[in-house]
């Protein structure tokens, strides 16, 4: 093989090393900021902003009880039973806007459960609390030394965080009840995450 046969097989084999190798690059970049998204469901309420989705989402809610179920109890007298699978005092916060919502727009009163009334409306709450997810392109950082498993720089991404109310009941006298529908309010925040800032798309000022 001549000298300049042996300079063309030395520069292939170059070659080929050096294109294994950028191929091995492009797919770690690849695997790195490869499309993702995420969804949590947050039982913390602190700050207001959490208070906010949350509240706001119940009184949507409650806004959506339909008129085809509580029309006919207009001026009648209900016993009202909710239930929860945590945080009572939330309950206790939807029950009283329930409660609201049924006087102010049916003309039903709520009554104890000691006191004579007409029918008995049974609510089972699945959901009073805030719903967090993020879609798109990122860098994770968890992996480095030190830092937060969660942590990353955004590339694109839509940030979503969500407070969410959902409810279904039984509403008629007692042994004779009719199940109503799931019910289900969501208010939104979301948010466009760049590498340097992060630019809101909605809010939840209902001023």
Not at 148 to 169: C, D, K, P, W
Request: include cysteine; charged fraction near 20%.
């Amino acid at each position: 093989m001549s000298q300049w046969d042996a300079y063309n097989a030395g520069m292939k084999s170059t070659d080929l090393a050096q294109a294994f190798r950028l191929l091995l690059l492009l797919i770690a970049i690849v695997t790195l900021l490869a499309g993702c998204g995420s969804r949590q469901l947050q039982d913390s309420l602190v700050g207001s902003t959490a208070q906010r989705l949350v509240t706001y989402s119940i009184d949507d809610l409650v806004r959506e009880l339909p008129a085809s179920d509580f029309d006919r109890h207009a001026g009648q007298r209900l016993h009202l039973e909710s239930h929860f699978i945590q945080h009572p005092d939330i309950r206790d916060y939807a029950d009283e806007r329930l409660r609201m919502e049924l006087a102010h727009r049916f003309g039903i009163e709520v009554v104890d459960a000691d006191e004579p009334a007409d029918a008995r409306l049974t609510v089972f709450y699945t959901s009073l609390g805030t719903d967090q997810g993020y879609h798109g392109f990122y860098v994770p950082l968890g992996f480095i030394p030190g830092m937060s498993e969660t942590a990353r720089v955004n590339l694109i991404t839509l940030e979503q965080f969500h407070g969410v109310a959902e409810m279904y009941y039984y509403i008629g006298e007692t042994g004779s009840e009719h199940r109503g529908d799931v019910i289900q309010a969501r208010t939104r925040t979301d948010a466009l995450g760049l590498p340097i800032v992060t630019v809101p798309i909605s809010t939840i000022d209902r001023r």
